[in-house]
Nanobody
Framework: QLKFVESGGGSVRPGESLRLSCVAS????????IGWYRHLPGKDHEPVSC???????VYSKAVKGRFTISRDNAKNTLYMQMDDLKAEDTGRYYC????????????????????WGQGTLVTVSS
């Protein structure tokens, strides 16, 4: 069974940082097409970041320069370091897997995910 378990969400003030973790089971994270999406209040799911080709990453315009995706293959874990958080980053963040997840991230669409995590909540408020 393919499964993600996310953690690391919480409540922070604007400008602060969080590091999200996502432990995978049933498959390895060193695959093309793995990343993070988020669901912001009143909006559809949107892609945030993804990894492909072992080390390459793609970021949405909203987070580029502030968020960094990485993975530890030995721990089978995906991470996302989120710096300089803003109130508009408030939402639930999900691990996602799908061959064309980076297509989603590049084009700002959300239609190529075949496995979702349960999500972790991030709240940014002063």
């Amino acid at each position: 069974q393919l499964k993600f378990v996310e953690s690391g969400g919480g409540s922070v003030r604007p400008g602060e940082s969080l590091r999200l973790s996502c432990v995978a089971s049933g498959f390895t994270v060193d695959v093309d097409g793995i990343g993070w999406y988020r669901h912001l209040p009143g909006k559809d799911h949107e892609p945030v970041s993804c990894m492909w080709n072992n080390t390459s990453a793609v970021y949405s315009k909203a987070v580029k320069g502030r968020f960094t995706i990485s993975r530890d293959n030995a721990k089978n874990t995906l991470y996302m370091q989120m710096d300089d958080l803003k109130a508009e980053d408030t939402g639930r963040y999900y691990c996602a897997r799908g061959l064309y997840v980076c297509y989603d991230t590049y084009h700002g669409v959300s239609r190529n995910v075949d496995t979702w995590g349960q999500g972790t909540l991030v709240t940014v408020s002063s």
